[in-house]
Nanobody
Framework: QVQLVESGGGLVQPGGSLRLSCAASGRILRIGTMGWYRQTPGKQRELVAAITISGSSDYADSVKDRFSISRDNAKNTVNLQMNSLKPEDTAVYYC???????????????WGKGTLVTVSS
């Protein structure tokens, strides 16, 4: 079974930086788009950043110029470098990867369990 494991969350002061990573394991044939969502109580889950297999990326307006997404196809990994963090960035961050599993078939979304990022002094 395909599993995604996130790492890198934690507590950071405003203006600080964190780097999130998400690695997929299991029987994987192909991985398409990878990305990160975040969610806080009372708010809709928000797409933070996404990156295609060709390297094209998209960002939410609220994080553009502060966050940077990258991928390592050999390691089945997507990363999110977060700089100049603000209290409003506090959220649970969820990794997703669109994957064809080893049995073959169509792409489907796989999700990590989430990692908490808290930006506070």
């Amino acid at each position: 079974q395909v599993q995604l494991v996130e790492s890198g969350g934690g507590l950071v002061q405003p203006g600080g930086s964190l780097r999130l990573s998400c690695a997929a394991s299991g029987r994987i044939l192909r991985i398409g788009t990878m990305g990160w969502y975040r969610q806080t109580p009372g708010k809709q889950r928000e797409l933070v950043a996404a990156i295609t297999i060709s390297g094209s990326s998209d960002y939410a307006d609220s994080v553009k110029d502060r966050f940077s997404i990258s991928r390592d196809n050999a390691k089945n990994t997507v990363n999110l470098q977060m700089n100049s963090l603000k209290p409003e960035d506090t959220a649970v961050y969820y990794c997703y990867q669109i994957i064809v599993a080893g049995t073959g078939g169509t792409y489907r979304d796989y999700w990590g369990k989430g990692t908490l990022v808290t930006v506070s002094s």
